[in-house]
């Protein structure tokens, strides 16, 4: 006779997921009998893996299904009153650039809601969170610096030595999360709908819930930011809060990595880890012999800092390869360094120095693999001196250097969709203006576009009274060329066939340096003289704010700021929507390295990575998220 086995615990098959434990608070207490959903996204879409309702104590159990997916995350919600939404997440998988994370216990709560929402804010529709990978994955991580899921608190990053009281990122993170606690369980409900109804752009219907809310704000940085500020203040779960209105609800973080000082460029690779050259050593204004790695959460990877390869003074440009290795200038070895993917120097201990390199700055890589590299010849010297150099699909031995067409100091140097270089002509005579916060005069320069014959086309150089000292330009999905004037705080917009298509006067004087173009299209200008980065309407009209027209200054009149944000040189986006900052000088007199990058979470559509020649937002549908683009591309 068998015998019946009471009060054990069902046997657990072999395979199945672990439980998720976790509690749930609002305005700082437990809430009890909410609704608990614990939710996967990928590319294909959102899946439901369990659901349940917490007990008195805010505290729920989770068994789920096949759990899993590039993201984990749970929802939470009172039972009878859906404007209070609340978020965590609780993992992501393998596909991106940092290890996979899975978590057996969460808290949900205001603070995860706000870290979470901006982190995924360029993933986040009606259905919930999804989208490709290593954006997806990487955008998940990078919650994890702003709010630790498990314990409900502020994220490591956010409390460290760089940010922490260093800037007001950890005071903003608080605000928001004290505007969603208006809509707790018990709280005047006048004040939750005063909070959803300034959380309403332009011509859009007002969010439902809290969740909707902080995302619109993520997206739409400048909305109510008086206002919400003051509503803010009927809270007090958070602090420390912010104690005067934000120009804009932007997170920005602050990372420092070994010998990231003075940095020049970056680039992001495909995985979403971000490489950069480094003109100085820390504290000094010697050579440095470093590139650096940062993976998408800020931690040096790939044994970074590398040395090797030739690098002495990298420059003002970095590009990566059909695979995957990385070309820098070293613009004190008038050389050309190249690392491999996993960032083993696969240049000779002197760099390639192949086509007669002189202090070369821009680099770019075409459709064809081929590597182009602006020849700078310096700061001083006689007009017209310079080159560009190629070296056919990455081979040194077989460089082609190009003269003519109005070479001039060549600074920056991109590619198009049909296989042209667009190059700038700085001329020597902007560089005694570097040390000045807001220049006068007239620099001028101009822009050269070569073929893809290796020939300069007929209508170069283009001249315009508008082209003063332009240093970096970007090429958006149209072919049309956004350049920077350093000189005259302006945006040059170049259409494909060399016409000038616009100017567009920036309204506080930052000295634009860099430039960027996301994948709606939005033009990203990083500021020298100011430290500060400003966002232009691109030709996507639609993807700007009701009334915007191409050219229309989509951030505040001086541009987002943060502490942590130094003199830049480089703005640059990644699959996850994140903007990366290179803060290249920390004083401009006398000049002094900057430390580190900062990156604006979640604020820019994202981009594929490497850059490609057109930027193209990572794809849900077809075989690949990002396929190599060929050269015949005109949109």
Known sequence: MALALTGLPAATPPGTPAPLYGTVTSAGKPLSHADVTLFAGDRQGVRELGHTTTDADGVFRIQPGRSTGSVLYVDATPTGDRSLHLRSVAGFGPGGGVPQRSESAVT????TTVAATYALAQF???????????????????????ADPVSGQPGKVLTDQNNGSKNDTRATLDTLANLISLCAPGADTGLCHDMLRLATPQHSSAPADTAQAVLNLARNPKLATGSLHALAGQAHTYSPALTTAPTAWVLALHYTAPKVYAPGRV????????????NWLPGTRDPSPYVTVQDPVGNPTLNSPISGGGMKAGAWGIAIDHQGSVWAPSYGGDAMAKYSATGTPLSPSTGFKDGGLNH?????????????IANFYGLKGNRGKGSVIVYPHGDPLKAITITGGGLDHPFA??????GRAWVSNARFNGAELMGTRAPKGHAGGSVTVIGPDFRPTS?????????????????????????PNFVSNSITEIGPNGTIAGVYELPTAIAPWSIAIDGSDRVWVAGFGAPSVSVLCGVNTGACPPGSSTG???????????????????VQLDQSGNVWLANNWSRLVP????????????????????LQPLPTRPASTGETACPIQTGTQSK
């Open 124 to 146: 986040t529709g009606q259905q919930g969170v999804s989208g490709p990978s290593p954006g997806l994955e990487n955008a998940a991580a990078t919650s994890y610096n702003l």
């Open 267 to 278: 680039a992001i690779d495909a995985r979403g880890n971000v490489w950069a050259t480094n």
């Open 591 to 610: 000049p002094t390295g900057g430390t580190g990058l900062v990156e604006l979470i979640g604020a820019a559509t994202p981009v594929c990575t490497p």
């Open 360 to 372: 070369p700055q821009g680099t770019a890589v075409d459709q064809k693999g081929n590597v182009w």
């Open 552 to 570: 229309s200054v989509l951030s505040p009149p001086d541009g987002f700021r943060s502490e942590s944000i130094q003199h830049l040189t480089a």
């Open 459 to 483: 209508f170069s150089p283009i001249k315009d009274a508008s082209l003063d000292w332009p240093l970096a330009l970007a090429v958006d999905s149209r072919n049309n060329v956004w350049v």
């Open 108 to 111: 949900v709560n205001e603070f």
């Open 413 to 418: 140097i991109q590619i198009d969709g049909h």
